[in-house]
């Protein structure tokens, strides 16, 4: 869940593509299951209630202009978390940016609907996403695009070999500010905010 208590600062985080990729298993009663036509609600939904927008017309409407032109990729790379009920309550997508003619994998849009986190469901999605880069982008490095707000899933993402990086500049996203970046989050985890 996004915090907004604390200042916003959006920094980028690299992994190394040889950094080995921890397991989590998903618990009882949750499956993976990949992108098929009509799951942009879905997507629009789970990233609407982490507070990622403030209305799920506004996702949808980055998830058109983000994804639909690549729509042949979705199935292979977005990734979706379904309870028994068949509900999509977690989503990722393995995605990549070409800067220069130089791709890049990009872990992209993680999100675990409020009222299932803490179950590992975060964890699970981050690793089997992470391993889908690693198959489908094959020796290229990863990397993620997040902000102070975020700060309980930049310490996950530091679990899977994310680190925050120094670099000014990835595909389109800017780092001017990954020194504040780190200042901030010092004094959010040195204050038990974990």
């Not at 098929?36 to 789970?46: L, Q, R, Y």
């Not at 020796?139 to 930049?154: E, M, P, R």
Request: aromatic share 12%.
């Amino acid at each position: 869940m996004i915090d907004k208590s604390v200042p916003y600062v959006s920094f980028l985080m690299r992994r190394d593509k040889d950094a080995p990729v921890p397991e989590y298993k998903l618990p009882d009663g949750y499956k993976f299951v990949f992108y098929k036509t009509g799951d942009e609600k879905s997507w629009a939904e789970i990233e609407t209630s982490v507070l990622e927008f403030a209305e799920e017309a506004n996702a949808l409407e980055y998830f058109d202009h983000e994804f639909k032109p690549h729509i042949r990729e979705l199935d292979k790379r977005c990734l979706f978390i379904e309870n028994n009920n068949g509900e999509k309550i977690a989503t990722s997508t393995a995605w990549w940016c070409c800067p220069d003619k130089k791709c890049l994998a990009r872990l992209h849009w993680v999100a675990v609907k409020p009222e299932y986190q803490g179950l590992g469901l975060g964890n699970a999605i981050i690793a089997r996403c992470t391993q889908l880069m690693l198959e489908l982008d094959a020796g290229k490095d990863c990397f993620l695009s997040t902000q102070t707000w975020s700060h309980k899933a930049v310490k996950i993402y530091e679990k899977f070999g994310y680190y925050i990086t120094s670099e000014k500049n990835i595909c389109r996203d800017k780092n001017e500010n990954h020194e504040r970046a780190i200042a901030v989050l010092r004094e959010i985890y040195n204050g038990d905010r974990e």
